[in-house]
């Protein structure tokens, strides 16, 4: 089993930053990628960004692409996002997410992660 705690939500007013964090705790040699998902109030879960542990490869939605940054550090066992330039659409709550599986697909959905965080609230005001 996997645990991920989420850290690092909170208000912001548009243009700001906000840097999340993700610790991983467990069985964490399993996880292959890790990702963060986000939720607004009456919407889909979507994907934002995932990291791959091996190799550290990067892939973004494209709403999120140039702002936002994706990283870890394996030492810690933490999948970090830092949101940058943020605008009021990227209110909602921030979900991590990690995975085990060989995947076919670089940008996978909420499909293939089996671990999932209690979710971290963002709000950008304007």
């Known amino acids: 089993q996997v645990q991920l705690v989420e850290s690092g939500g909170g208000s912001v007013q548009a243009g700001g930053s906000l840097r999340l964090s993700c610790a991983a705790s467990?069985?964490?040699?399993?996880?292959?990628?890790m990702g963060w998902f986000r939720q607004a109030p009456g919407k889909e879960r979507e994907g934002v960004a995932v990291i791959y542990t091996g190799g550290g490869s990067t892939y973004y939605a494209d709403s999120m692409k140039g702002r936002f940054t994706i990283s870890q550090d394996n030492a810690k066992n933490t999948a970090y996002l830092q949101m940058n330039t943020l605008k009021p659409e990227d209110t909602a709550t921030y979900y991590c997410a990690a995975g085990v599986m060989n995947l076919a697909v670089v940008f996978p959905g909420v499909w293939a992660y089996k671990y999932w965080g209690q979710g971290t609230q963002v709000t950008v005001s304007s």
């Open positions: 467990g069985y964490t040699n399993s996880i292959k990628y």
